[in-house]
């Protein structure tokens, strides 16, 4: 009992200190992984003395952490803002990965003398960027979806082709002609998997009268958790299903989805918090030191020839800008998924393998430092600064079972076309109706004359026969304002 006294106050306080240290870095301009990773390292051998060297440990927490963290991803992901990035999305995931594979392996084999298993070894792991990276950094940078929904779309995927990459090239069987067509199995069945129960798990929930808020949001992550767990045992990737279950559920017509999302985003938070403090626990500072030639090495290529060429090759057919395509490439961060990766030829005794998990994590703080802190400098270069968009209107669900009703509770961003729009002017469907607009400190019954404003919270009360009708329509004036029919919007993704 005192041990767990001792675990649960120790866990507390390090979690604490981590949601200040997201404050700090904001302040600092500095991402929040670096200070998580800090954290670990004063709680480890050389500051605390908490000593930690469980490899196989480490890889099943990391990888369950990245199950998290991949599903707050596809959850808080809007299909809409990412549609039109879609195939340059799928070609970085893909094409981008096995360039940047096969480049940084011969760089490697060229300037360290590594052997070509061990080469290909090393940029396998050092392939895929990282969702929690790309996530918490690309959102607060004001440049065009189609870049955002590149990055986060190849940080969401790409992690399922390197895995099986490294899983394959870490075990003792010999690199055959076969590999391509395991991948393509791997990666089909993933996707199939992810869709599959992301729509199962979408139409189950919206039928289902759970008697609790609460367990929306539980039941949610559950079905992406599932989704990994499928397609783990069809042996098959499962990080792109439980990115892809929940890309589909977070894009469905859930009830309660904003308390979902935010369910999803805190659990998300704390999945990268115990991943980077755990990384930094595991991490010895007396081994690194050895490591920092191999691992800026390794980044120098990776960071100016493997990453830019892959983008290049990748994006051929796209005929994107080589501006966009400048970003892009410097915009490959990476973070814990490199190091969780690279613990799995750690944890199967590969020779060297130890050198690899330090160099990478020499890697990722020298790169995280570096691209982290400079993306929205390089933006405003390339005159990719599109300056503040407007975030699309919020409209989340609850269910009036009993009342064969539903309640749309509206928000509406800053920058909306609904800003202006008399009630009448709104042209909801038989069967819907505005009830309350929230306004300030205070709410009030509207009337026809009524003007919606920025910021206001609007609940509709609908059947739920005119349920999807509303939501269209209320999308539609969001995006093209009183004229949205003459305009030609329908308010569809």
């Given at each position: 009992?005192?041990d ?8 507390a ?14 302040r ?8 998580y ?20 440990l ?14 707050e991803?596809g ?11 879609l ?6 995931s893909?094409?981008?990965?096995g360039?940047?594979?096969?480049v940084t ?7 360290l ?10 940029g396998?792991?050092l ?8 996530f918490s ?7 065009t ?7 986060e779309?190849?940080?969401g ?6 895995y099986?990459a ?7 069987d ?6 391509p ?9 993933g996707?199939?998997?992810?869709v ?10 919206r ?17 992406c ?15 792109l299903a439980a ?6 559920l977070?894009?469905?017509k859930?009830?309660h989805?904003?308390d ?5 985003e805190g ?6 918090i115990?991943l980077?403090?755990l ?11 050895d ?14 020839l493997?990453r830019?060429l ?9 005929r ?25 030829p750690?944890?199967?005794?590969i020779?060297g393998?130890q ?13 995280t430092l ?6 929205g ?19 989340d669900v ?14 509406i961003?800053?920058?909306s076309?609904?800003?202006g ?7 909801l469907?038989?069967?819907?109706s505005?009830?309350?607009v929230a ?8 009337v ?9 919270q ?8 005119a349920r ?5 329509r209320?999308?539609a ?12 919007e329908?308010?569809?993704?």
């Open positions: 009992m005192d767990l006294t001792v675990a649960l106050g120790i866990g306080l390090v979690l604490l200190l981590a949601v200040l240290a997201v404050r700090v870095s904001v600092l301009g500095l991402p929040s992984l670096l200070l990773l800090g954290i670990g390292v004063l709680l480890g051998e050389a500051g605390l003395g908490i000593e930690f060297s469980n490899a196989d480490t890889q099943s927490l990391g990888l369950a952490a990245l199950v998290m963290i991949l599903a991803g959850l808080t992901t809007r299909w809409v803002e990412v549609k039109p990035a195939w340059p999305g799928v070609a970085l893909t094409v981008a990965v360039v940047s594979i096969g392996a011969l760089g490697l084999h060229l300037v003398d590594f052997d070509w298993r061990l080469a290909l070894l090393w396998a792991v392939a895929s960027t990282d969702a929690a990276a790309v950094v690309l959102r607060n940078l004001s440049v979806r189609r870049l955002v929904g590149s990055l779309l190849e940080s995927m790409n992690d399922a082709p390197s099986i490294v899983v394959l090239l870490a075990s003792t010999p690199v055959t002609w076969s590999l067509l395991t991948l393509a199995y791997e990666l089909a069945v996707l199939a998997l992810g599959g129960l992301g729509w199962l798990g979408a139409l189950t929930l039928r289902a009268a759970l008697p609790a808020t609460g367990l929306y949001p539980l039941a949610t992550v559950a079905v958790v599932l989704a990994f767990a499928g397609g783990q045992a069809a042996h098959a990737s499962g990080l990115y892809v279950a929940g890309l589909v977070g894009n469905s859930l009830p989805r904003s979902t999302v935010s369910f999803a659990l998300g938070w704390l999945a990268q115990g980077f403090v990384l930094g626990l595991f991490a010895s500072p007396s081994r690194l030191l490591a920092i030639i191999p691992g800026l090495v390794a980044g120098a290529l990776l960071t100016l493997a830019p892959s983008v290049l090759v990748s994006m051929v057919p796209f994107m800008p080589w501006r966009e395509q400048v970003f892009l490439s410097w915009a490959g961060l990476r973070g814990a998924v490199p190091i969780v990766l690279a613990m799995i750690l944890s199967q005794g020779p393998a050198q690899l998990v330090d160099a990478v994590f020499v890697l990722v703080i020298v790169l570096v691209q982290g802190t400079t993306l400098l390089l933006a405003k270069l390339l005159r990719l600064d599109t300056g503040a968009q407007p975030k699309e209107v919020d409209v609850a269910t009036l079972d009993e009342l064969n009703a539903e309640l749309l509770q509206v928000t961003p800053v920058g076309k609904l800003h729009v008399y009630l009448s002017e709104l042209r469907p038989p069967g819907a505005v009830s309350l306004r300030g400190a205070g709410a009030f019954t509207p026809t004359t009524t003007r919606l404003q920025e910021l206001d609007v609940l509709v009360v609908t059947t739920q026969e999807a009708a509303a939501e269209t209320i999308r004036v969001d995006r093209a304002g009183r004229f949205a029919r003459w305009k030609g329908t308010g569809k993704p």
